[in-house]
């Protein structure tokens, strides 16, 4: 009974919509080049979902969002090697 339950739940949880974070807690556009900081950012937006670094060494931020209908948003912020932010890319 319990393996059925259990496999009953894996098909309800596999079948459902996928639903990625949170919507930001401030809009991306609002990020402004060369004046907010990596740490600004993080107080703006909130852990990114990836952080990666380019071949230069620069910081990149990745976040994304998806409520699981078919909307989501992608914001993609990369930082210079003084931590400013040099440029903020948004995607619908």
Not at 46 to 69: C, H, M, N
Not at 70 to 89: L, P, Q, R, T
Request: glycine letters at 8%.
């Amino acid at each position: 009974m319990r393996t059925f339950v259990a496999l009953l739940i894996s098909v309800f949880v596999g079948c459902a919509p996928l639903t990625l974070g949170t919507p930001f807690k401030t809009d991306p556009q609002k990020i402004k080049v060369a004046h907010h900081t990596k740490k600004d950012v993080e107080t703006m937006m909130g852990q990114p979902f990836r952080k990666s670094v380019d071949a230069k060494g620069r910081e990149i931020y990745t976040y994304l969002w998806a409520d699981g209908k078919g909307d989501g948003v992608k914001c993609i912020v990369a930082f210079n090697e003084e931590d400013k932010v040099m440029f903020v890319e948004v995607v619908r």
